[in-house]
């Protein structure tokens, strides 16, 4: 269109387009007419100080989608005691926003592959920022809910369209290594910095400011986006798939609902039915891709072994790192009664490990391969949890500070690697729905993260649990579905019986986050030999050339 090319035009020194993408990937793989053996071929053109500057842009939606992640973590025993959820509703409020983004992730990237990665960019920040203040000030936890699912689909505009235009922006192998890095780097660290951001929030505001945090960061981008960075889509797009992406959130949102249902009510619910109507559909929507001559998702990708084996570890990094967040955030501000900044200040060491190791791994990358470097990224990941489950106590700090530096550098190497791998696997134009599939591993694994620990560890809570006879039906019923819960109604209650309460609570609690831990660590240790096996082969290693 008229205004992309006046666009690309203004963006000179950024000229980084899919064709020219193409190109480079070409003259990176073919000699010269009548060259000697030994010439090389030319190198890509390398990106100029002004791409960096547009990296920074576009770290501004990443940090603010991660953010949202786990940010809630914290926020959540005030809005217990606020809006007074129950057990699955507080799953709920939590997991709506990861599930409609992960479901929507793979729909919208193509539409960005198709109407323009920036495009999608503008949209889906200023819905974002409108979202992000109607959440802010949700009456209800139905509505909180509602205005969390409607996040998820704006964030999904937003995270497909920020690692795809890195793709366009640096064509030179090693710059892209780089700016991937960054990328995973300030996601993981976005995830991480969830807590720490929500302590410092809510230490001095209402719960709703987690939320409106969300305006004054989009704000500027939408300002320096369109200055800095060249529109960019694919030259021969498929037509929109909307069965697809039906398919695609009818495959998650009953396997997600089945997991909570199976811990809330167990197999007397609603919960095998909705994993099998989910896992049919699933079956449905991979079948839809193999037979479409444009697919949405092309599955076929996963064949790749760097590919799916890459997508696996995302999906499990993220699954034990928001399902850490979702336990210890409690534990510290409920059980070691720690101020929300004080949790939040005790988990920045892993915070600032999970960026350096992000970045550190870079280099590391060139003379290690894959299959050695992730599995031994993941098992460091494994030995956090283990901390956890053998040396954490009630009243106990250390352990946890340490066990999150070990989860961060062993995710934030882990990812960084992972993300690159993924890219790389795709053709240039397909950026927008490679760079999809790989958040979309990040986003189930933030919703299984909560959804499969987090509901382990309330059926265990519920069923441990003590409730002292003086408690009335109510209170009881409180005290029974969360921890927050229980704080509350301890705390209106005369002398010992409010203590009997919290002790049994707090124990109830611990015990569940033992045994979530230990599931951790066999979630580690599974990513660790899928890497093995699935980045055995040096020809499918994107990162080691």
């Given amino acids: 269109m008229t205004n992309d090319t006046k666009q690309a035009g203004a963006s000179g020194a950024l000229r980084s387009t899919d064709a020219s993408a193409l190109a480079a990937a070409a003259a990176h793989t073919t000699l010269s007419a009548g060259a000697p053996r030994a010439t090389r071929a030319p190198r890509a053109p390398r990106a100029p100080r002004r791409a960096w500057v547009a990296l920074a842009v576009l770290m501004l939606p990443v940090l603010l989608v991660s953010v949202d992640n786990t940010v809630l973590s914290f926020a959540l025993?005030?809005?217990?005691?606020?809006?007074?959820?129950?057990?699955?509703?507080?799953?709920?409020?939590?997991?709506?926003?990861?599930?409609?983004?992960?479901?929507?992730?793979?729909?919208?990237?193509s539409a960005g592959d198709r109407f323009g990665r920036r495009r999608m960019l503008l949209i889906g920040s200023v819905g974002f920022a409108l979202l992000s203040i109607v959440a802010a000030f949700a009456p209800t936890a139905e509505a909180l809910i509602a205005s969390r699912a409607a996040l998820g689909f704006f964030g999904a505009m937003l995270m497909p369209s920020t690692l795809s235009l890195l793709r366009t922006v640096f064509v030179e192998r090693e710059q892209r290594r780089l700016a991937i890095a960054v990328w995973a780097s300030g996601f993981a660290a976005g995830s991480a910095l969830g807590p720490l951001v929500g302590g410092l929030l809510l230490e001095h505001f209402h719960w709703g400011s987690v939320f409106l945090l969300a305006v004054p960061v989009l704000v500027p981008m939408l300002v320096l986006v369109p200055l800095l960075i060249p529109e960019s889509r694919d030259p021969a797009p498929g037509r929109i798939d909307v069965p697809s992406t039906l398919l695609s959130l009818a495959a998650m949102v009953p396997?997600?609902?089945?997991?909570?249902?199976?811990?809330?009510?167990?197999?007397?619910?609603?919960?095998?039915?909705?994993?099998?109507?989910?896992?049919?559909?699933?079956?449905?929507?991979?079948?839809?891709?193999?037979k479409s001559r444009s697919p949405m998702l092309d599955v076929r990708l996963f064949r790749q072994g760097s590919f799916g084996g890459a997508v696996l570890v995302n999906l499990f990094s993220v699954i034990a790192l928001v399902g850490f967040l979702y336990f210890?955030?409690?534990?510290?501000?409920?059980?070691?009664?720690?101020?929300?900044?004080?949790?939040?200040?005790?988990?920045?060491?892993?915070?600032?490990?999970?960026?350096?190791?992000?970045?550190?791994?870079?280099?590391?990358?060139?003379r290690v391969r894959p299959r050695v470097l992730v599995p031994v990224a993941l098992l460091l990941s494994a030995g956090g949890y283990a901390i956890i489950a053998f040396f954490a106590?009630?009243?106990?700090?250390?352990?946890?500070?340490?066990?999150?530096?070990?989860?961060?550098?062993?995710?934030?190497?882990?990812?960084?690697?992972?993300?690159?791998?993924?890219?790389?696997?795709?053709?240039?134009?397909?950026?927008?729905?490679?760079?999809?599939?790989?958040e979309t591993a990040y986003e189930l694994g933030a919703v299984l993260g909560t959804a499969v620990l987090?509901?382990?560890?309330?059926?265990?809570?519920?069923?441990?649990?003590?409730?002292?006879?003086?408690?009335?039906?109510?209170?009881?019923?409180?005290?029974?579905?969360?921890?927050?819960?229980?704080?509350?109604?301890?705390?209106?209650?005369?002398?010992?019986?409010?203590?009997?309460?919290?002790?049994?609570a707090a124990l109830a609690f611990d015990e569940g986050v033992v045994i979530t831990s230990l599931i951790g660590v066999a979630l580690m240790v599974a990513a660790a030999i899928v890497a093995a096996l699935a980045l055995r082969n040096p020809k499918s290693s994107a990162v080691h050339d």
């Fill in 77 to 109: 025993p005030a809005i217990s005691r606020d809006l007074a959820p129950s057990a699955a509703q507080q799953l709920w409020i939590i997991d709506a926003y990861p599930l409609v983004l992960a479901g929507l992730l793979v729909a919208m990237g």
């Fill in 255 to 290: 396997v997600v609902f089945g997991i909570k249902s199976l811990a809330t009510d167990g197999i007397s619910g609603f919960g095998i039915p909705a994993i099998v109507v989910g896992l049919f559909c699933g079956f449905w929507f991979v079948r839809r891709q193999l």
């Fill in 328 to 366: 210890v955030s409690q534990h510290l501000q409920l059980i070691a009664g720690l101020t929300p900044v004080a949790a939040g200040l005790a988990l920045l060491p892993g915070l600032v490990a999970m960026i350096i190791a992000g970045l550190v791994v870079v280099p590391i990358a060139r």
């Fill in 393 to 438: 106590t009630p009243d106990s700090i250390a352990p946890v500070v340490v066990a999150f530096v070990l989860l961060g550098v062993g995710i934030g190497a882990a990812e960084t690697v992972s993300n690159e791998l993924i890219l790389s696997s795709a053709a240039p134009e397909k950026a927008g729905a490679a760079s999809a599939v790989s």
């Fill in 454 to 504: 987090g509901s382990i560890l309330a059926a265990h809570y519920r069923a441990a649990i003590e409730l002292p006879a003086a408690l009335s039906a109510a209170q009881a019923s409180a005290a029974s579905e969360t921890l927050a819960g229980a704080a509350t109604v301890a705390e209106r209650l005369p002398g010992s019986i409010g203590e009997q309460l919290a002790a049994s």
